[in-house]
């Protein structure tokens, strides 16, 4: 087929996965037409640098709202084609110039809010680059906003020619009421007309007159009611104040042409970086959708690889209740690169399918997925589904006939660099013939290198996974208590039929169920013996897995609350030493000084000659004094004080 085979596949696929949903879903979160368009155009690439740069888009843009909780486009709007009129010398309306004012002041605060948390915290290199194509113009917007109100009307700030002209129309409207007041008060009033109001015909303030009074107030007939007894006529009293306000509204209205030129002719200055700002607007509003489609999914950046790997961890489909969807960890393309999920159509199997396709495609489409951090999604060239019921009602064809149309095209595209999801492989045929193609069919495209996943009912099946290399059985697990699927997917165990148990509990007689066991042959027996093994084995290592991973988490706190304990004791401890060291400098230094301070005594007794005291009875003291201060310097040393100088004058 060529390429646009290719693409019809692909988009084909798009639909069976319902990543449109998903797209639905997503446009919720734009903020303006813009990204919108951009949604609305976003299809998966196979492009692996594409894919890890849309991705870190996304991871940028939720980094933005988690740091600064916001992104200000309120208000974006598409003005392309009012910066394309403005450029060829059009006026735009009051609104439009809201719009460019409105849009350049979301590029305004966009490009600081990214600036400033680039220049403080970095990472946010695709950003930025879009920050930069961003505008800043101030001035424009000020004299926007100057000019017009929110609700669209030209401002008397605008000039002060309008504001002169409002207020001589204002005047001129005061003059005119007061005039055709007076007529509607006047004694003869009553008789004359046919309501007490002041009301306006073509632009012209005129009073309602009966018809047999027409020509009691002269002036001009604008226009008469249904039945024809009621004129409006605009009193002559009052035509030449009419007209001059009519002359008035003129020149306002030439004023207000005036300044939406000039505003206009501003806007066509600013017309090409406003365009590419519009762009990157675009671009922006795009990844803070995704980013919080991401945050209301609780999902997660998934790496990418294109060696067809991908390993998602407690992945969710994300159109299902997100509080209520059974994750499942999913892994492929490493020890094996096909799954057989085999078992009854009791549910489950379709949305695990599902859930691998479309995370893939999210990925694919720079998105955030429904899985827990650690997460691998690899980047395919080519998506390939063959799921439900998708018979040709044109064609004529039956399930069987239209799933192998799906097939047989499929076939024609797969190789290594594809994922392929088959559900219920053969189904609409003879059981065992059925079986014989989906063996045929996973045997083709395992050995073309393609990522596979595929359901079937078919026990010939079970056992698939067990003589082939890179291939391994599955299954969804079934609670027999409660007659329901756990959706929770169960690796290296093939689905096994629950129909004796689901039948014993509905009631069935036991004596029924045992000779229907009795035509069921010993193989097929024995293989459901060994799956229910398997599966008791599986469940019986998971809770062991569980138990040894509370007691090493257990023991983890344990080392973590001893490691802190003595953390603290050796600060204490760190803490009571100083304070001893502290004291003893304090002890030896008062020793010191008051050394020093007898000796200093001793002289002045001597020099004095107040006392008795011999000179070898100086030297005495002085040894004495020596003795001790060695004693003191070795029990610092002992206790690892601090040193302290004795003054060399005791020694002299």
């Given amino acids: 087929m060529n390429q646009l085979g290719v693409r019809y596949v692909q988009r084909k696929v798009l639909h069976t996965l319902e990543f449109d949903k998903v797209k639905e879903q997503l446009a919720e979160h734009a903020s303006s037409p813009l990204g919108l368009e951009k949604i609305d155009a976003l299809i998966p690439s196979s492009d692996l640098e594409e894919v890890a740069a849309w991705l870190d888009e996304t991871d940028e843009a939720a980094a933005v709202l988690r740091l600064a909780g916001y992104a200000p486009l309120d208000g974006v709007v598409d003005i392309r084609p009012h910066l394309k009129r403005a450029a060829i010398g059009g006026t735009l309306s009051p609104q439009e110039l809201l719009e460019v004012a409105a849009t350049s002041a979301a590029s305004r605060q966009m490009k600081r809010l990214i600036m400033d948390l680039y ?57 005119i009421r007061e005039k055709l007041e007076n007529i509607i008060r006047s004694p003869s009033a009553q008789k004359r007309l046919s309501d007490a109001i002041i009301t306006i015909r073509n632009d012209r303030y005129v009073i309602p007159v009966k018809q047999e009074y027409r020509g009691a107030y002269g002036g001009i007939v604008h226009d008469q009611s249904a039945s024809g007894a009621t004129l409006f006529i605009e009193p002559q009293a009052v035509v030449e104040l009419n007209n001059a306000l009519r002359e008035a509204r003129a020149k306002e209205k030439q004023e207000i042409e005036r300044i939406l030129r000039e505003l206009s002719a501003k806007v066509a200055e600013q017309a090409e970086p406003l365009a590419r700002a519009v762009e990157s607007l675009a671009a922006l509003d795009f990844a803070f959708a995704k980013a919080k489609y991401a945050r209301r999914l609780q999902a997660a950046k998934p790496a990418v690889n294109s060696r067809g790997y991908l390993r998602f961890v407690q992945a969710r489909h994300p159109l299902l209740d997100q509080e209520k969807a059974v994750p499942n960890d999913i892994e492929l393309g490493g020890d094996y690169t096909t799954i057989v999920i085999t078992g009854p159509n009791t549910g489950g199997k379709t949305v695990t399918l599902k859930t691998v396709g479309l995370l893939t495609l999210m990925a694919q489409a720079g998105l955030f997925i429904p899985a827990a951090d650690g997460s691998e999604a690899a980047v395919f060239r080519a998506v390939y589904a063959d799921i439900g019921d998708e018979q040709s009602i044109e064609q004529s064809l039956s399930t069987f006939s239209s799933h192998m149309v799906n097939i047989v095209d499929i076939l024609r595209h797969v190789d290594g660099q594809s994922l392929v999801l088959f559900d219920e492989l053969g189904a609409g045929t003879d059981p065992q013939e059925g079986a014989a193609l989906a063996i045929a069919i996973l045997d083709e495209v395992h050995g073309r290198g393609a990522r596979t996943v595929a359901t079937t009912h078919y026990p010939e099946l079970k056992a698939y996974g067990y003589n082939r290399p890179g291939v391994v059985n599955a299954s969804v697990e079934f609670d027999t208590e409660t007659l329901r699927p756990t959706y929770k997917l169960l690796i290296g165990i093939p689905g096994r039929s629950n129909a004796f148990d689901i039948s014993r509990r509905l009631g069935l007689d036991e004596r029924i169920i045992e000779r229907a066991k009795a035509q069921v042959s010993a193989e097929s027996h024995n293989v459901e013996n060994m799956i229910a093994s398997l599966e008791r084995s599986k469940k019986q290592a998971e809770e062991e897995e569980a138990r040894a991973r509370a007691a090493l988490e257990e023991a983890e ?51 004095e000659k107040q006392a008795e005291v011999k000179e070898h009875e100086l030297v005495e003291a002085k040894q004495r004094l020596a003795a001790a201060l060695p004693k003191v310097e070795k029990r610092k040393k002992r206790k690892r004080l601090p040193h302290v100088m004795c003054s060399s004058r005791v020694m002299k």
Avoid: C, F, N
């Avoid at 669209?152 to 003059?175: K, M, P, T």
């Avoid at 502290?582 to 002289?603: F, G, T, V």
């Fill in 119 to 175: 220049e403080e915290h970095g990472g946010l290199d695709r950003l930025s680059t879009y920050a930069d194509e961003l505008v800043e113009v101030p001035a424009l917007e000020h004299d926007i906003r100057r000019s017009i109100d929110d609700h669209g009307e030209v401002l008397d700030a605008a000039s002060d020619r309008l504001r002169s002209l409002r207020g001589q129309i204002r005047s001129v409207e005061a003059r």
């Fill in 557 to 607: 706190r344990l080392r973590a609350e001893w490691e802190q304990k003595w953390e603290e004791l050796e600060e204490e401890k760190a803490e009571r030493l100083a304070e001893a060291t502290q004291k003893a400098a304090d002890i030896i230094r008062a020793a010191e000084r008051e050394a020093e301070r007898i000796i200093q005594e001793l002289r002045r007794l001597q020099k």
